[in-house]
T-cell receptor
Framework: DTEVTQTPKHLVMGMTNKKSLKCEQHMGHRAMYWYKQKAKKPPELMFVYSYEKLSINESVPSRFSPECPNSSLLNLHLHALQPEDSALYLC???????????FGPGTRLTVL | KQEVTQIPAALSVPEGENLVLNCSFTDSAIYNLQWFRQDPGKGLTSLLLIQSSQREQTSGRLNASLDKSSGRSTLYIAASQPGDSATYLCAVNTGNQFYFGTGTSLTVIP
């Protein structure tokens, strides 16, 4: 099984809402990533979890809050987002450091 | 900070042609380099991974090379097909951190 799953596929939320994105993998990978991708741009790294600990936070605003409850799950909690946060949010996983990254299909987020 | 550039930004070729996509990076201290393909509005599909100690990798009609000292990688696609139409991204791994290139949008015309 080389699949990374993400839910929901699409999400529309208002600026005062609280929502969460979910990512799951069962490949035994101990590194998991959140990326943000705007239209016609490459993915931008947001967070990296290594062995369930946050190892990289690329100066992401606090309205994005990641969580890694176990080695298979990665969440991204959203609160008080802005319209400019609308993007495709991609999750990926890998064995730490040297291995292929596997990406999920993404969650298309629209903030009204 | 690592900067990754891809040339050309867009490419249109007739079906059956062989083509080369280029990726350059500024810092040669990398673990590996990965090539991805992305269809519109979709996630990324891994095509090839080249470790820093390797010079090239092949998968089917795809061949990727890496020259770490000069900060360059190329993706060669043989006998292109309309189904190859997509955006191709290279990503450099500096150790749990991946820097993506700007992408090449490929259109293969039947």
């Amino acid at each position: 099984d080389t699949e990374v799953t993400q839910t929901p596929k699409h999400l529309v939320m208002g600026m005062t809402n609280k929502k969460s994105l979910k990512c799951e993998q069962h490949m035994g990978h101990r590194a998991m990533y959140w990326y943000k991708q705007k239209a016609k741009k490459p993915p931008e790294l947001m967070f990296v979890y290594s062995y369930e600990k946050l190892s990289i936070n690329e100066s992401v605003p606090s309205r994005f809050s990641p969580e890694c409850p176990n080695s298979s799950l990665l969440n991204l909690h959203l609160h008080a987002l802005q319209p400019e946060d609308s993007a495709l949010y991609l999750c990926a996983s890998s064995r730490p450091n040297t291995d292929t990254q596997y990406f999920g299909p993404g969650t298309r987020l629209t903030v009204l | 900070k690592q900067e990754v550039t891809q040339i050309p930004a867009a490419l249109s070729v007739p079906e059956g042609e062989n083509l080369v996509l280029n990726c350059s990076f500024t810092d040669s201290a990398i673990y590996n380099l990965q090539w991805f393909r992305q269809d519109p509005g979709k996630g990324l599909t891994s095509l090839l991974l080249i470790q820093s100690s390797q010079r090239e990798q092949t998968s089917g009609r795809l061949n990727a090379s890496l020259d770490k000292s000069s900060g360059r990688s190329t993706l060669y696609i043989a006998a292109s097909q309309p189904g190859d139409s997509a955006t191709y991204l290279c990503a450099v791994n500096t150790g749990n951190q991946f820097y993506f290139g700007t992408g090449t949008s490929l259109t293969v015309i039947p």
